[in-house]
């Protein structure tokens, strides 16, 4: 319960500091255009492609044995199966390529797309020794990919940042090949906890909107503050917890319990420092995937959530 009051105070605090800051230092950041679909935020880019050059997540920043653990926290239920060794697919929004650095290995191409130049060049850095995958600067609404063409796709923590989630997805379900699985992490919309923790929420996200009007000299400054403040004492408290085996189901941040600071840091800067997020109840996010024509969906049990894996039907997008 104090680590819980020390979060919330923490949020507070940082709540009103950036919201001071963000009243005295304007902040209009101008987002260069985009060519693309037109579902994408610029803001949102651009502040994505200055974090993926900031917490690059290459080898040197990221342990092995923590990019296996963390890549199981999403992949634990795509059908691997289903995919051969030649199989082709996409990363959609890779970001740092975190999650490609691992997948490339086991398939025959993978096509690693972001709308950011700043992110790809990262991803670039992080899979130069893969001979494997391509780069594309796109979005998921102009994926220059043929319809009906890949053997699998993922899309990791992209789709609650864009302006219409539903169309990207149908537009990434079209890519897929009939009976081809797709695994998506989206936002929930904390519909499996408990009143406080929506609650504690709310509040934390006042402070993000707040957090990303501010230069992003700030932003990191109160991003690292918040992971200092509130993530590591949680997380460690909970590890803890967690090694006697009282951890207490739905304890704040005990998804970060064995994760290092710098991947702390980077979901804090991740969640604070980014203007458009939706979030989504398990039971929407299912119903998204129905009409993008995809079936068989699968929920994991544990945190990130929602993590879905999927299977494209015959039929697609509706
Ligand atoms: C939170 S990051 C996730 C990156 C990566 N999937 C991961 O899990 O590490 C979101 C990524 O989505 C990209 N993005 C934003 N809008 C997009 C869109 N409309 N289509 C595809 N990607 C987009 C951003 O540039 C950013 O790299």
């Known amino acids: 319960m104090g680590f819980a009051l020390a979060l919330l105070v923490g949020l507070v605090l940082a709540l009103v500091a950036a919201a001071l800051a963000g009243a005295l230092i304007l902040n209009p950041r101008s987002a260069p255009h985009l060519a693309g679909s037109g579902n994408v935020d610029p803001d949102t880019v651009s502040g994505f492609g200055r974090e993926w050059q900031k917490f690059t997540h290459g080898a040197e920043a990221l342990s092995e044995r923590e990019r296996a653990d963390a890549f199981r926290s999403y992949f634990d239920i795509f059908p691997w199966h289903l995919i051969g060794r030649d199989g082709v697919g996409a990363d959609v929004g890779c970001g740092s390529g975190r999650w490609a650095v691992l997948v490339a290995p086991r398939v025959g191409r993978l096509l690693a797309c972001d709308p950011s130049a700043e992110a790809l060049a990262v991803a670039r850095a992080n899979l130069a020794g893969l001979g494997n995958v391509e780069f594309h ?182």
């Not at 009143?195 to 109160?222: C, D, E, F, H, K």
């Not at 090694?243 to 710098?262: K, M």
């Open 137 to 318: 600067q796109a979005d998921a609404g102009n994926l220059p990919i043929a319809d009906a063409s890949l053997d699998f796709a993922y899309c990791l923590g992209v789709l609650h940042h864009i302006p219409d989630p539903a169309r990207a997805l149908c537009d990434i379900a079209r890519k897929l090949k009939p009976g081809a699985p797709l695994l998506v992490y989206i936002y929930y919309a904390f519909d499996n906890r408990p009143r406080w923790y929506r609650l504690l929420w709310r509040a934390s996200n006042g402070a993000r909107l707040a957090i990303a009007r501010l230069p992003y000299r700030l932003q990191v400054a109160t991003t690292a503050s918040i992971a200092l403040l509130v993530y590591w004492p949680l997380a460690r408290a909970g590890a803890l917890l967690d090694r006697i085996g009282a951890l207490p189901r739905g304890w704040p941040l005990a998804y970060y319990r064995h994760r290092s600071f710098y991947y702390m840091r980077t979901d804090s800067f991740d969640r604070f420092c980014t203007r458009l997020e939706h979030r989504f109840t398990r039971a929407a996010i299912e119903r998204m995937l129905a009409q993008a024509g995809c079936g068989q969906i699968v929920f994991s049990s544990h945190e990130p959530f929602w993590c879905a894996a999927a299977i494209r039907e015959p039929a697609g997008c509706s």
